[in-house]
Structures are given as structure tokens and as C-alpha cells.
């Protein structure tokens, strides 16, 4: 139950990055503000894992230890790259779908893709609590986008679209790769602090490409600070670790709290007049949530996945 709640509670800290962005200053880009974001969150990540991985070395030395190959290399790499992608495509989408329907899109198409990518990578059905756990999170996830503000024409931009389920992609991709780090021996926040540290890495090279003088402004700093350290940093932490108790799918399909946070701060911060289909599906997806929270409220998420026969 444990990693259940670390990984709800960092989809409410990844829950705020919108709103952040709504509220930061005029005269920032998508890739300016992924960019910082990474560049900040990522340092602040790989310094917070690597420090409590030393710990828990120090802990467990007699615990044997996977050795670094070129797979996990790799891997963590990919998690690096993928992270660093997932910022620009996301504000991206939330900048021309509005939050709360460009979170809802990234986020609701995470799960699907994890489950789709889990099960390619090792043929086993999703167990009946998850599909129908992401069933209802995901119908939520349809009814909170269709039904958008009150009163506006519906409709989503193409590119801010694509930006969305992109960015949905790069999660998944996340998600996966972490479980197999997990499955090989890999402590939990080596594998993040790797992450972290690579994807800032990727976009230090970026920096002199993006127009920054917003962050000479208080509100670019607050903005820039919050977005790396609290959503990528703490969050990430908390997500690594609730992840090594759960599947890459059913870890995705929690962070489903992340559209159900930012569709509430966008009513309640931002002024955002939802439809009442939109809040059928906030409901809806709630109630998905709340059913895999239950059927994950074992201390270790007891065979989630199925072998087929």
C-alpha cells in the first residue's frame, strides 16, 4: 500500500505542472521552460537518488550487486532521453489544449501504451483488477477531454495533440525501462539519480538555443525552481520507488491523479469553468483510481499480471 501512495502522491506533485506554467510569466516557450525544467529538476534528482543509493549500499553490502553492462547502460540512457523529450512535448500540448486537456491526453495515453509495451516486452495479460481499474480511469480520462470548459466549441489542436500523446509515449517508455532496472537488481534510486542526471546532461546542450530572460523574473525563478525541484525531483523519487512494489502499468494508471489534480487546480486556481461531462469524468476517474488503490492495497501488488496459457 506503501508504493501505492508514493506514486499517488507524486502524480499530485506532476499534477501541478500546468498550472505552474499558466501561472509563470509571459514570453517563455514550451522548450524553454521543459528545458530549465530539466536542467534544474534533473541536477536536483541524480543529487537526491545518488545520495540515498550510497545509503542503502552502505546498508546492504552484502547484498550482491548487478554489474554495468552495456543493457543498463542503455537503459538508463533511454530513460534520460525520454524524460528530456517528455518536457517540451508536454508543455507543448498543455499550451495549445489548455491543462487540463493537455495533461488528461499525456497522461490518459500513458497507461495504454505502458500496458500495450508491457505486454510486447513479455506477453503476459493484464490481471482483471487493472483492466478494469484502467477502464474506468481511462473513460474519465475520454469524458474529462470531450467535455472540456463549459461552454466552449470543443475540438483539440492537432500538433498540441501529438505534443500530448507524444509526451504519453516517453512516459511509458519510462515506465517499462525502469521495471526492467528494477527486475535486474538495480537499486530503485540508482535508476532514478541516472535518469535525472542524463536528462540534464541532454539539456545543457539546449541552453544556448532557448530564450531564457524570463527567468531573471521572480516569478520565472519560482516558477523554474518549483518545476525542477518539486515536480521532477521529489516527484520522480517517489515514483521510482512506489514503482519498485508495482508494474510499469499499474504505476501509469495511478499516475492518472496527475489530469484528476490538474482538472481540480484548474478550477479552483486557474478559473477554469468546466462542462458537466468533464466533471462526470473527473468522477469517473476517481473511482478508477480508488479501485486500483484497493486492489493494490497488498504490501507487495501480489502477481498483477496474469501468464497467459
Known amino acids: 500500500m506503501l508504493h501505492v501512495l508514493a506514486v499517488l502522491a507524486a502524480a499530485l506533485l506532476f499534477g501541478t505542472t500546468g498550472t505552474s506554467q499558466a501561472l509563470g510569466p509571459s514570453g517563455t516557450t514550451p522548450l524553454s521552460i521543459g528545458v530549465m525544467r530539466m536542467v534544474i529538476g534533473g541536477a536536483g534528482l541524480a543529487l537526491i537518488a545518488f545520495t540515498l543509493a550510497a545509503r542503502h549500499a552502505r546498508r546492504s553490502d552484502a547484498t550482491p550487486r548487478p554489474r554495468l553492462g552495456a543493457r543498463p547502460v542503455l537503459l538508463m540512457v533511454l530513460t534520460g532521453a525520454c524524460l528530456a523529450v517528455y518536457q517540451p512535448l508536454f508543455f507543448l500540448g498543455t499550451a495549445r489544449n489548455g491543462v487540463a486537456v493537455g ?4 497522461l490518459g495515453s500513458a497507461p495504454i501504451l505502458a500496458g500495450l509495451l508491457e505486454w510486447a516486452l513479455t506477453r503476459r495479460i493484464p490481471s482483471p483488477t487493472w483492466m478494469g481499474a484502467t477502464a474506468l ?7 474529462l477531454g470531450f467535455g472540456g470548459e463549459a461552454g466552449s466549441a ?18 511509458a517508455v519510462i515506465a517499462n525501462a525502469q521495471r526492467r532496472l528494477l527486475d535486474d537488481g538495480w537499486d530503485p534510486f540508482t535508476v532514478v539519480g541516472a535518469m535525472g542526471a542524463s536528462a540534464a546532461a541532454l539539456c545543457v546542450f539546449a541552453i544556448p538555443f532557448v530564450d531564457l530572460s524570463w527567468l531573471g523574473t521572480a516569478s520565472g525563478l519560482t516558477m523554474a525552481l518549483w518545476l525542477g525541484l518539486g515536480t521532477i525531483a521529489i516527484a520522480y523519487v517517489l515514483f521510482t520507488w512506489g514503482l519498485s512494489g508495482l508494474t510499469a502499468a499499474t504505476a501509469a494508471t495511478l499516475t492518472l491523479g496527475e489530469p484528476l489534480t490538474a482538472g481540480i487546480l484548474g478550477i479552483f486556481v486557474l478559473g477554469e469553468r468546466l462542462s458537466a461531462l468533464a466533471i462526470i469524468g473527473l468522477v469517473v476517474l476517481a473511482a478508477g483510481l480508488a479501485l486500483l488503490a484497493w486492489g493494490s492495497r497488498a504490501p507487495r501488488d501480489p502477481e498483477p499480471f496474469a501468464v497467459e496459457a
Open 103 to 106: 495533461t488528461v491526453v499525456a
Open 137 to 143: 480511469a481511462t473513460l474519465g480520462v475520454v469524458l
Open 154 to 171: 470543443g475540438g483539440t489542436d492537432p500538433l498540441g495533440l501529438l505534443g500530448s500523446i507524444g509526451a504519453g509515449a516517453s512516459f
